[in-house]
């Protein structure tokens, strides 16, 4: 059995859409390899930063991701597999990029809770200046928009003011 770290450069962006590991990040490896019948043993974790926006408001974000993994290297025999062991060596770019990539979320989001942007300004929600949120008006309503409680009070008031008055 051996135990070993890398810390080694992502030479090419990992990942495509909103968000990925882009190349140059320092991916770091903690694993250990067993030497088992059918071949090396590799389990392990890795962990580097992502980068990329928020589906819903467009913000840029950062997420630490860590993943597990554990894969048979087979030795090399009649029998075909995913991972071989390749001259006493293991290749592990393609399984901890899967593992990594695979982590990534969708949809990735800001906060649990984002509201996104506002569909008529195009303004992220979060930062709105606007106390309430209005829907939009259905212009056969749009003669309705002034007319208010207080109206119907200062109404009546008004109404009964004069006939005391009288």
């Known amino acids: 059995?051996?135990?070993?770290?890398?810390?080694?450069?992502?030479e090419a962006q990992w990942g495509e859409g909103l968000v990925s590991f882009p190349a140059g990040e320092i991916i770091r490896v903690d694993g250990r390899l067993e030497s088992v019948h059918e071949g090396i043993l590799v389990t392990g974790t890795a962990d580097a930063?992502?980068?990329?926006?928020?589906?819903?408001?467009?913000?840029?974000?950062a997420e630490h991701v860590e993943v597990e993994f554990q894969e048979l290297f087979a030795y090399p025999g009649h029998e075909t597999t995913d991972f071989?062991?390749?001259d006493d060596h293991v290749d592990l770019e393609i399984l901890v990029r899967d593992a990594m990539v695979l982590s990534l979320p969708f949809q990735p989001v800001?906060?649990?809770?984002?509201?996104?942007?506002?569909?008529n300004t195009g303004e992220r929600?979060?930062?709105s200046t606007e106390t309430e949120q209005r829907e939009p008006l259905d212009p056969r309503w749009a003669a309705l928009q002034d007319y208010s409680k207080d109206h119907d009070d200062k109404a009546s008031r008004s109404g009964v003011d004069h006939t005391e008055e009288s």
Not at 49 to 61: A, P
């Open 110 to 119: 800001c906060q649990p809770d984002c509201p996104g942007l506002d569909p």
């Open 84 to 86: 071989e062991v390749q």
């Open 1 to 10: 059995m051996r135990v070993f770290t890398l810390e080694v450069p992502a």
């Open 125 to 127: 929600l979060t930062v």
């Open 49 to 61: 930063q992502s980068v990329g926006e928020c589906g819903r408001c467009l913000t840029d974000i």
